[in-house]
């Protein structure tokens, strides 16, 4: 039955072939060394035999003794050696499966779509890439080991005892060999089954800390941290109480396991003694029988933690195999997949800025009422789109589809002519600069947060962007300029400093398709004016999408759409908005009025 149970897990070995072909000569290596090694280990019972059956017989000597001793000494040297070399390649090897599969992991994550971290939480996704891959490199390693010694060394054994010194001996000791077998498979699946409860509970654990330290703000402004401490108390209750459950199960295995080693010996000395007084066996081998059935006890421990070992490893090899598996929705046309580096940057390069939009209508994934509707605009390089609209109007969304964030859209879109789709994705992306809505920087110095699409970007190219976003100012007020920290250990910069850094992080790869995606609500009208006077005279040639609630924003632009849950509802010059009298020449006034008012506020 154990057998039977165990040839699911036990395909994991099958499974991980790829990898153990890839780091062949680290396991047939250290294999090997195992085996040399449990050949080793069948001597010293051999040696203690025949030292018991000289004194017994009263014909030991000290000519006898030495040699045998200085064998005993050399074995347990050259075992020493083994011991440790089979180590080193076996588990050595183990923990580069943990990284080749931690790499692929962060390589998929970093390729998945938005869609993808709306579907998978947080949590979730890092017990992924530590239990899980944790599991797996136990499986190479610990796995590879217990499979080898208790077929090995268990195997070797048994056949001493059973050929050398008593078969018949052999068979009785190995009669609580089947209940041990149900044994190990019973708390084996109990195991398997509470291991699982427990890996869930430390998701929530995982996604409840990621949560409280992303949004620490907030929960200190709102006084949560009571019931945010209370909660994750919960949480972390919840974790004990299944690890424990765990603990429970895995502590009944051992002590289960050396009660039948127990009965195994019980039987071995009894049964063994009543020969012995018949003649049928010289107390050394006696001895020797009994050592040897003490060397057996690892090899069926390591027989039952292999099933535990493989268990775990499946479920987790498994999950990190779906994970790996989960393609993006947005993909690269198949014809597109192979072509060479140099094609797409020559691709980005030559791509003109035009934009031709003929979109249809776009639905998010996993909704059924488009969130887009007939966007219809067409833009030449060097001109300026605004969009405009109430929050929720679509602002955003119309971006994210103009950059295949997602799929799920109909019409057509083009950028110099191409349509989007036959676009690689990496050169679409470099096409643009987007500066989105939320700002993040990176715990590291502006200069790097500013430097983020161009690494190798000279500091005079940083400052040059800085100064377009109207930030290098402010970054010279700093102590240490461009070299300050950012984030948790360094300064902390209010909101327009955050999106002027933003800006200038876009303005660095000088894009041929600008988008600030209400990038500059956070900055006064002043700034705002002076940022937008410079973008006019770096990127006069380059086109340039800017969305906003400040009309003031996009005043100046060729050409102004007004959204409205998802559908252009004017469209104009500013001059032609404003005599259209709508929405736009409305909110326009009231916008200007409320300016005067909190200039003439300020005045008094
Ligand atoms: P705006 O930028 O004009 O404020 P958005 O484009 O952000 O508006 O949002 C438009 C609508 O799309 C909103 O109703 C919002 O709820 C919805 N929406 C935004 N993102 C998603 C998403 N990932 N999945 C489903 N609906 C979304």
Redo the contacts with the bound molecule.
């Keep these: 039955m154990i057998f039977f149970r165990m040839g699911w897990p036990m395909r994991l070995f099958i499974d991980l072939m790829w990898f153990f072909k890839k780091e062949k000569l680290s396991y047939i290596t250290g294999i090997m060394l195992l085996i040399v090694l449990a050949a080793i280990n069948l001597c010293p019972p051999y040696i203690v035999g025949r030292v018991v059956d000289g004194v017994t017989n009263r014909t030991l000597t000290p000519e006898i003794l030495w040699p045998w001793l200085l064998i005993l000494c050399g074995l347990g040297i050259l075992s020493y050696i083994l011991r440790y070399s089979w180590r080193i390649l076996i588990f050595g090897a183990a923990a580069r499966l943990s990284r080749l599969l931690r790499q692929q992991l962060f390589k998929h994550f970093t390729r998945m779509s938005?869609s993808f971290y709306?579907k998978y939480r947080t949590g979730d996704l890092m017990a992924h890439a530590t239990n899980d891959i944790q599991a797996i490199e136990t499986t190479a390693g610990m796995g590879v080991l217990t499979l080898v010694d208790s077929l090995v060394t268990g195997g070797f054994v048994v056949f001493s005892m059973a050929a050398f010194l008593s078969w018949k001996l052999t068979l009785i000791t190995l009669l609580p060999m089947p209940v041990m077998a149900w044994v190990s498979s019973y708390y084996g699946t109990l195991l398997h089954e509470r291991f699982f409860k427990a890996q869930e509970a430390f998701g929530d654990l995982n996604d409840k800390v990621q949560e409280n330290i992303s949004g620490v703000r907030v929960v200190k402004a709102f006084g949560q941290e009571e019931v945010e401490i209370e909660s994750f108390r919960r949480l972390s209750d919840d974790v004990v109480k299944k690890n424990q459950a765990v603990a429970v199960v895995d502590s009944l295995y051992d002590p289960s396991i050396m009660l039948i080693v127990g009965l195994s010996f019980f039987l071995a000395v009894s049964f063994g003694a009543y020969e012995v007084i018949h003649l049928r066996l010289t107390l050394g081998q006696l001895t020797q029988f009994t050592l040897y059935l003490g060397q057996f006890i690892w090899p069926m421990l390591a027989f039952g933690w292999l099933f535990n070992i493989m268990e775990r490893g499946r479920a987790s090899y498994d999950r990190v195999q779906a994970l790996l598996g989960v393609e993006s929705e947005v993909q690269d046309q198949v014809s597109l997949q192979g072509a060479p580096d140099g094609s797409r940057a020559e691709l980005r390069q030559s791509v003109k800025g035009d934009i031709y939009c003929a979109l249809e209508q776009f639905t998010?994934p996993g909704?059924t009422k488009p969130?887009l509707k007939r966007i219809h605009f067409t833009l030449k390089e060097g001109q300026t789109l605004g969009i405009v609209?109430k929050?929720?109007?679509?602002?955003?969304?119309l971006f994210r589809v103009l950059l295949r964030e997602f799929a799920g859209m109909t019409g057509e879109i083009r950028i110099g002519g191409v349509s989007i789709e036959e676009i690689p994705l990496d050169s679409l992306r470099g096409i643009f600069g987007y500066v989105p809505q939320e700002h993040f920087l990176f715990s590291t110095t502006l200069a790097e947060n500013i430097a983020l699409g161009k690494p190798q970007a000279q500091l005079s190219e940083i400052e040059k962007a800085a100064k377009t976003a109207c930030i290098h100012e402010d970054i010279q007020r700093f102590e240490a300029a461009y070299g300050t920290l950012v984030g948790d250990r360094g300064v902390t910069l209010s909101g327009g400093q955050k999106q002027r850094i933003s800006i200038a992080r876009a303005l660095l790869l000088d894009p041929k398709i600008l988008i600030l995606d209400d990038s500059l609500s956070a900055v006064d009208a002043k700034t705002e004016k002076q940022i937008l006077l410079e973008l006019k005279g770096n990127r006069s040639q380059k086109t340039t999408l800017i969305?906003a609630h400040r009309l003031s924003a996009v005043e100046h632009a060729d050409l102004i759409l007004v959204?409205q849950n998802g559908e252009i509802i004017e469209r104009g010059s500013h001059a032609e908005l404003m005599e259209h009298q709508g929405w736009y020449a409305e909110t326009y006034q009231a916008q200007q009025l409320e300016s005067l008012i909190e200039e003439g506020g300020g005045l008094a």
């Excluded at 929050?391 to 969304?397: D, Q, W």
Aim: charged share 15%.
């Design positions: 938005p709306q998010y909704q969130e609209g929050t929720g109007s679509g602002k955003t969304t969305s959204l």
